[in-house]
């Protein structure tokens, strides 16, 4: 029954919006992450964004790079673009995966932070807005697997997999 409920809780938590980035877990708490995300050089035919991610916890985390800017490229939408609160079309990659290595799993130190830039246009098609297009960037994700480095090591079974939602952020810009 105690296994049962720190599967099912966390999911209950995240649905009525008590969690927001904090994950239950049975052993250990995930720390609140911070992730901000900005636009560093709009240009005609595309769009850094920089993604900080801060661990402002006394504790190391691990997380799954899957499906997020930290995996270093677009795997997956983790930034949903509209306009006019119309969604754009992700044209992105999508990669279908078996059970992680080691190596795609970020670990965060103890108040430690990283930083990220891909390009919007890899994601989007960013060079067929009309110029003067007002375009809404939102960025959330879920890290398939996160937490506190003492907890475990990486890589971890699928059947062991913690998710943890994570919010960096809106942005609006213009084409």
């Not at 296994?3 to 049975?26: D, E, F, I, K, Y």
Request: net charge positive; charged share 20%; with cysteine.
């Amino acid at each position: 029954m105690h296994t049962l409920l720190h599967r099912w809780l966390p999911s209950a938590l995240a649905l009525l919006g008590l969690v927001g980035t904090t994950m239950v877990h049975a052993a250990t708490a995930l720390p609140l992450l911070e992730c901000q995300m900005r636009v560093l050089r709009p240009q005609a035919n595309r769009v850094e964004l920089e993604f900080l991610l801060k661990n402002p916890s006394p504790q190391p985390v691990h997380l799954l790079t899957w499906g997020t800017p930290f995996e270093g490229a677009w795997f997956a939408p983790f930034v949903r673009a509209s306009v006019d609160g119309a969604a754009l079309a992700y044209r992105g990659a999508q990669i279908k995966r078996a059970d992680p290595d080691a190596d795609e799993y970020l670990r965060l130190p103890a108040a430690g932070q990283r930083r990220i830039r891909v390009d919007l246009a890899d994601g989007y098609d960013w060079a067929a807005l009309p110029t003067g297009t007002a375009i809404t960037l939102d960025a959330h994700w879920h890290w398939h697997d996160a937490f506190v480095a003492s907890a475990a090591r990486p890589p971890r079974a699928r059947d062991r997999h913690q998710p943890a939602p994570q919010a960096c952020g809106r942005l609006e810009l213009q084409r």
